[in-house]
């Protein structure tokens, strides 16, 4: 799960990360007055930024930067409301506007394959890292941080000379580096990135600048299987930006994930599932989604999964396999039959089921009478036809 940026920073602040103050506006006259305050202080201009999942919200015009609770006003009302790579503004952060100095990329990251938090950083911070990352590799630095002790000092100030930030900003780097590790650790977050972490100039009271290290923005992104025990987190989930297919999988306890291939997939058991689109695959078809139905479905879920594979419009043939466990095979049959007599599109579908209550299911599937719906006595016939099924839809189109 992805967090907003103020929430974002939210969880930066409670590990004792430099982060400036900001607000959040959900309509210009709000943003006008959060803007207010930060006006009177030093800063001068403050920062209107749109909250949305999507990065390089700069570059889309995203982030503005206003003189006066007039412009600020009038940047919020530009903002809210954009729409950033397909997605609508309702809400903008305001802060006071930093005085940029220089400009760099940090961030851990869960590495599955070493098993290990990685941590990443670059001088060249600000711009998007993946443009960085195929352009030019080499100014990423990378440290595994140790798989019991966590991030390490020695290795926080290994960083910070990769990045030339061995000089007055050595001691804040490294507590930003292990910052960002204990945000990772206590959120169970698989990644955890500042960019731009900047060096920033601030007049002090005698009339003299200083330079400190701030993390002017953040991405979080939570591992959706530690959710269940960080209730706060999941509070902050925000619907309205995920994709309606996510939201009402999720809702009826689905494991389903879309793909972008022709052949809907329902299934139960995720090994089961996965060795199905192998299967798929194989025979030269391609899922158009992965779909674990869980132990013991019950007709209303097999309902709504099925409605979830016809809601992706690519989906030319269906396959069902289910192998009766705890699950019946006629609990899923009637589901099936159910589902289909009240679904708007109707695509072909192979069914095998087998195990616990199969005949039965066999004998329902036969009552229904539905010429577009086919049986299969293994897998492979199953795959074989549903790949055929799928192929002749696409030649009709
Ligand atoms: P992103 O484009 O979605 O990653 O949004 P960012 O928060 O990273 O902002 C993009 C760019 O806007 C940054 O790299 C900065 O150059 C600039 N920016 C963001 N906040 C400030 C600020 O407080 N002051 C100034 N001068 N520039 C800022
Ligand atoms: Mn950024």
Redesign the pocket.
């Known amino acids: 799960m992805k967090l907003q940026e103020y929430h974002a920073k939210r969880l930066l602040l409670a590990q004792g990360l430099p982060v400036p103050a900001y607000s959040v506006a959900e309509s210009a006259a709000e943003a006008r007055q959060a803007a207010q305050a930060y006006l009177h202080t030093d800063a001068g201009r403050v920062?209107i930024?749109a909250q949305v999942l999507v990065?390089?919200?700069?570059?889309a015009g995203g982030?503005k930067?206003a003189a006066s609770a007039d412009e600020a006003e009038q940047a919020a009302r530009q903002i809210l409301g954009m729409d950033i790579k397909g997605t609508t503004v309702r809400r903008v952060l305001v802060?006071p506007?930093?005085?940029?100095a220089a400009?760099f990329y940090l961030a851990c990251v869960l590495d599955r394959g070493a098993r290990r938090v990685l941590l990443m950083g670059s001088a060249e911070g600000?711009v998007e890292i993946e443009v960085v990352a195929t352009e030019r590799p080499t100014a990423i630095k990378q440290i595994h941080a140790h798989p019991l002790l966590g991030l390490l000092d020695h290795q926080a100030r290994r960083m910070a000379f990769a990045l030339g930030l061995g000089g007055p900003h050595l001691r804040e780097f490294v507590a930003i580096a292990r910052g960002l590790y204990a945000t990772m650790t206590a959120n169970d977050a698989d990644l955890v990135e500042i960019?731009?972490l900047a060096i920033v100039r601030e007049k002090v009271a005698d009339g003299t600048e200083k330079q400190t290290l701030q993390c002017?923005?953040a991405k979080i992104t939570i591992d959706d299987s530690a959710l269940d025990r960080h209730p706060e987190l999941e509070a902050m989930r925000d619907i309205a930006e995920e994709d309606p297919v996510d939201v009402a999988a999720r809702e009826q306890g689905l494991s389903f994930i879309r793909l972008d291939g022709t052949i809907g997939c329902m299934v139960n058991g995720a090994g089961l599932a996965m060795t199905t689109m192998d299967l798929i695959k194989r025979a030269g078809g391609e899922p158009a989604n992965f779909l674990d139905i869980g132990g013991g479905a019950k007709h209303d879920k097999v309902a709504a999964a099925m409605t979830l594979i016809l809601a992706d419009p690519h989906v030319k043939a269906i396959l069902v396999n289910i192998f009766g466990g705890i699950a019946r095979g006629d609990e899923v049959a009637r589901g099936l039959v159910d589902a289909r007599r009240v679904q708007e599109r109707h695509v072909p579908m192979v069914v095998r089921i087998v195990g616990t209550n199969a005949q039965e299911a066999a004998r329902i599937l036969a009552e229904a009478g539905d010429p577009d719906l086919q049986t299969a006595a293994t897998l492979d016939e199953a795959v074989e036809k549903a790949v055929a099924a799928a192929t002749a839809a696409a030649v009709a189109a």
């Open positions: 920062v930024k990065g390089g919200r700069g570059k982030v930067l802060a506007a930093a005085d940029i400009e600000g960019n731009p002017l923005d």
